[in-house]
Each structure stands twice: as C-alpha cells, then as structure tokens.
C-alpha cells in the first residue's frame, strides 16, 4: 500500500472517530446532566432548566465541529434531508394548524439533534471505530449510573418512584457489555451487566427490561458459532439459568424486591412482574384513542405531534405514531419501508453486521413500541442512519488484513 493511500486512510479513521464520538457524546452527558440534576434536587426547577439547555449546547457543540466533515461526505444528502424535512413540517403547518403549538417543542430537538445523528451515522465508514467509541461511552455511562445507583441506594438522592430515563441510559452499557459475553465471556462484563441490570430493576422501567430480552433473543438467532465442547457447554449453562430463572421468577423478583425494601425503594417495575395480569400502565387508553383518530382520518391522519394535541403526551408507540402522524396509506408505507431494511440488517448474511445492528436496533427502537416519540428519539435516527448506510451503500465495512485496514465491499454479503 502507498504512504498516499495509508494516509488518506488513517484521515477516513480520524474523521470517523470524531464523527463516532459526536453522536455517542448526547448519551455521556445527558446520563451526567441526569447525575446533577437528582443530586442537587434541581429537576423542574429554573437552575435545571439551566443546565439541560447547557447540556444541549454542548452536544451541539460536538455536532457542530464535526459538520464540515459531514458534510464533505454527504453534502447533497443532507440538504436533501432537511429540505424534505422541512417541507414535511410545512404541509402540517398550512394544514394542522391545531397542532402547531405542539410542533413548535418538537422543532428542536429533532432539527438539531435527531436529523443530525440520522446523517451522521450514515457518514460513518468505518463501523469498527464507532464500535469502538461505543465500549468507551458505555463505560462512562456505567460509573456515571453507578454513581447514581449508589446515591439513591444510600438514600443521598431521589429519582422518585421510578425513572425511565435513567434505565434507557443504562441500557447501553448493559446490551453492549451483554454482547461481549454472548461473543466471549468475562467476569468484568458479567460484573457491568449485574449492577446496569439490579439499577434498571430497582428504579427502572419495564420496557428496558424488554429490549434487553428482545436483544438477548435477536443475539442467539443471528449468532452462530462453530458447535465445539466450550460452545455448547456455555449454550447449555445459558438455557439452565433461564429455566431456573423463569420456574423461580417470583420467588427471585420476591426476594429482589424485599432486599431493595431495606434501602428504601419500591420497585416500580418489581410490582407490576408481579401482578398476575398484564398492566399496561393506561397505554391500552392511548392506543385505542389513536385508533379512534385514524379511523376518523384514514387518508391524512392527525398530522405530526398530533397524538400530542388530542392526549396531551405521546401515543407511546412508534407503529400507531407513524400511521397517525401521515394517514393509513402512506403510513403503512413507511412501516414496510422502515420493516424491511430493519430485518435486512438484523438478518444479514455477513454475522457482524447483524450483530451490530441488533445493539442498535433495541436501543433505538424496541423502546418506542410502549414509550417516547420517534421523532425526538436521536437512538432511532442513528439506528435508521446505520440501516440505510448498510442497505444501500455497502462499501462501509473495512476489516484488517496485514495489520492493514482495506474496503471490501463484497466482504458485507
């Protein structure tokens, strides 16, 4: 290889990593705003309100030193996004006038964050370095979490009777340090895995604990290895504890939630396994209203934020979200769109790749079939970028050979 190539490939690393860094930045300071926020009681007050908006202009700030990268990569498809983005915008403007004070808090964050992590997760070319800069956010975010663990387990702070927020912060280190036992396994990612998981159960949400089972399934589908004594000794150890798990289940979840009771805390979620039917926590209200809606307006829908004007918060669900926000016809079609590049990617015949989109796929996505909104959701919108990156353009995987690192687009079938 020539000192010319050499060079412009370790550029192409260099600006992958900054790109990396830049979308996995929102995940190390919003779990760190959250941290300041709990510790000097300051949520919902005007100081709080301070630091979130600092917080932003610091992930902005990230985005924006990497933009001329960007946009040196995709340029023509990034103009091309926001202007489709914004036409979209302006059509339910002129004709969902009744929703435009509640597009107005949506404009934000998905201008300047969500639209952004869809182009620059597409921009990145090398997925070995984002992968990378994913393990080193994941360990931050983890000591950041067990900071928080640890003070709302000494009763020094509060999240309340449950935090959402802080079990999807937490979900990253947990799937993350969950891939790398499923692919090689070692106690100190046994050891992230427990304390991410006792943190979830303890002040979490159930639908964290989800995508961790939604994970731990797409993992087993999409792996396969070489059936030798140690593989299938692990296979067999795995399937023991899981049986022994679910015959147990309320005798484990008892016991957990007696042991959380010494330091203070009910367990949200603890309390709802328990219950002997399904508790949908009024999403089954939620659910039926949107349906009423669409049903009254099949062709265009409520418009975007629409679940937001006729229930005052989300329809906490991306499929009923989506046929709402654009009418039954073309949001049906988005859905098979977004369908078949999901299970595209998941399915993919090169393992790596669905290996890796499986992380993002139950951080990005699982969550939005019972929480959230898609469009101020930036882990859907880096998950989405990824999947188009990987479905139509596949010269992205680079891989080393000679402790050299080559493209090779056929390596991706």
């Known amino acids: ?64 030193i990497v933009l001329p990268t960007v946009l040196k990569r995709n340029k023509f498809k990034f103009v091309i996004a926001y202007f489709i983005s914004i036409f979209i915008f302006l059509l339910n403007y002129i004709f969902f006038r009744e929703n435009w004070v509640y597009l107005k808090t949506i404009i934000f964050p998905f201008f300047f964050t969500s639209l952004p992590s869809l182009i620059y997760s597409y921009s990145i070319n090398d997925w070995n370095v984002l992968k990378d800069v994913m393990k080193k956010t994941s360990l931050i975010v983890f000591i950041v979490g067990f900071i928080i663990g640890v003070l709302v387990f000494s009763n020094r702070a ?63 589908i999409t792996t396969k290895k070489k059936l030798n004594f140690k593989t299938i000794l692990m296979y067999l150890i795995i399937i023991a504890l899981i049986i022994t798990f679910l015959l ?18 009910h367990s949200r979620s603890i309390q709802l396994f328990l219950q002997d039917d399904l508790h949908l926590s009024g999403r089954d209200y939620l659910y039926k209203r949107m349906v009423d809606e669409t049903k009254a307006n099949p062709l265009f829908g409520i418009g975007l934020a629409g679940d937001r004007a006729i229930m005052n918060g989300y329809v906490h669900n991306l499929i009923l979200e989506l046929i709402g926000n654009f009418g039954l ?66 010269n992205h995987v680079i891989y080393k050979k000679n402790n050299v690192k080559f493209y090779k687009e056929q390596d991706y079938e």
């Open 329 to 394: 016809i073309v949001g049906v079609l988005i859905i098979t769109f977004l369908g078949v590049i999901t299970f595209k990617v998941l399915f993919s015949k090169n393992k790596k790749v669905s290996g890796f989109m499986a992380i993002w796929f139950c951080i990005g996505v699982v969550h939005l079939m019972v929480s959230s909104s898609y469009l101020i959701d930036f882990k859907f919108w880096i998950f989405l970028g990824l999947s188009l990156r990987a479905t139509f353009d596949k």
């Open 248 to 265: 147990f289940l309320d005798t484990i979840l008892e016991n957990l939630y007696n042991f959380l009771l010494r330091f203070g805390i």
């Open 1 to 64: 290889m020539t000192e010319t190539l050499q060079k412009s490939l370790n550029k192409s690393i260099l600006e992958d990593k900054k790109i990396s860094i830049a979308i996995m930045s929102s995940f190390v300071i919003l779990t760190i705003q959250y941290l300041i926020l709990i510790y000097f009681n300051l949520i919902g007050t005007f100081n709080g309100n301070r630091i979130q908006i600092l917080s932003k202009i610091i992930v902005g700030l990230f985005y924006i």
């Open 158 to 220: 509060s999240v309340g009777t449950y935090s959402m927020s802080l079990s999807y912060y937490m979900l990253l280190p947990t799937i993350v340090y969950m891939d790398k036992i499923i692919e090689k396994f070692n106690f100190k990612s046994l050891i992230v895995v427990l304390i991410s998981l006792l943190i979830i159960l303890a002040v979490g949400s159930r639908g964290a604990i989800m995508c961790i089972g939604v994970f731990i399934i797409l993992k087993f």
